[in-house]
């Protein structure tokens, strides 16, 4: 991910995008298929020690993971699409430059970009949660592995941190600035 630019982009970087589709069919594909090998009654919520708590039925679930991992994502990048592509008045560091004239339209794409990033982070977050309940179902009875389950949270964090980080260094002051 790069920094806002003065390069009028109406809709970010186009890599962001590509991958953001990319994912949204590939994890459409895989759950939709992977749900088909679940049993018709699956273990969807578990306690603290890995034991199952909660159950769906196979169509449900697959229709529940479906619009999460599809919709939830798409939902979020249209929003914030089409609010960065018309914000006048962004509550961002250092903001008299970035929001300047000659910088608005960057600054924009930038921030239409990173939406598109987190948005396949989410599709990924809940492409693990499938992941996740998939494997814990193909055990009798149904248990959830917490190594998995931290080993995927660190991942996440990770993921997160570093999208946030990513957000505060763009906006940082201005080039001439630090000096």
Same mark, same amino acid.
């Given at each position: 991910?790069?920094?806002?630019?003065?390069?009028?982009?109406?809709?970010?970087?186009?890599?962001?995008?590509?991958?953001?589709?990319?994912?949204?069919?590939?994890?459409?594909?895989?759950?939709?298929?992977?749900?088909?090998?679940?049993?018709?009654?699956?273990?969807?919520?578990?306690?603290?020690?890995?034991?199952?708590?909660?159950?769906?039925?196979?169509?449900?679930?697959?229709?529940?993971?479906?619009?999460?991992?599809?919709?939830?994502?798409?939902?979020?990048?249209?929003?914030?699409?089409?609010?960065?592509?018309?914000?006048?008045?962004?509550?961002?560091?250092?903001?008299?430059?970035?929001?300047?004239?000659? =910088?608005?339209?960057?600054?924009?794409?930038?921030?239409?970009?990173?939406?598109?990033?987190?948005?396949?982070?989410?599709?990924?977050?809940?492409?693990?949660?499938?992941?996740?309940?998939?494997?814990?179902?193909?055990?009798?009875?149904?248990?959830?592995?917490?190594?998995?389950?931290?080993?995927?949270?660190?991942?996440?964090?990770?993921?997160?941190?570093?999208?946030?980080?990513?957000?505060?260094?763009?906006?940082?002051?201005?080039?001439?600035? =630090? =000096?």
């Amino acid at each position: 991910m790069t920094t806002p630019s003065a390069e009028p982009q109406r809709y970010g970087h186009p890599i962001s995008w590509l991958v953001f589709v990319a994912l949204w069919l590939l994890a459409a594909i895989v759950i939709y298929r992977t749900a088909a090998a679940l049993p018709s009654r699956i273990a969807v919520h578990f306690d603290a020690a890995g034991q199952a708590t909660s159950f769906m039925l196979r169509g449900d679930y697959r229709v529940f993971m479906l619009l999460f991992a599809g919709g939830l994502p798409a939902l979020l990048v249209g929003i914030m699409t089409a609010a960065y592509s018309r914000a006048t008045d962004l509550k961002i560091p250092n903001r008299e430059y970035w929001l300047a004239p000659q =910088r608005l339209a960057g600054t924009r794409a930038f921030l239409i970009a990173h939406g598109v990033w987190l948005g396949s982070m989410l599709i990924a977050i809940m492409c693990c949660v499938h992941w996740l309940v998939w494997g814990a179902n193909q055990r009798q009875p149904p248990s959830l592995s917490n190594q998995s389950l931290i080993a995927v949270s660190l991942v996440l964090l990770a993921l997160i941190s570093t999208w946030i980080a990513t957000l505060m260094f763009a906006f940082r002051r201005p080039p001439e600035e =630090r =000096r």
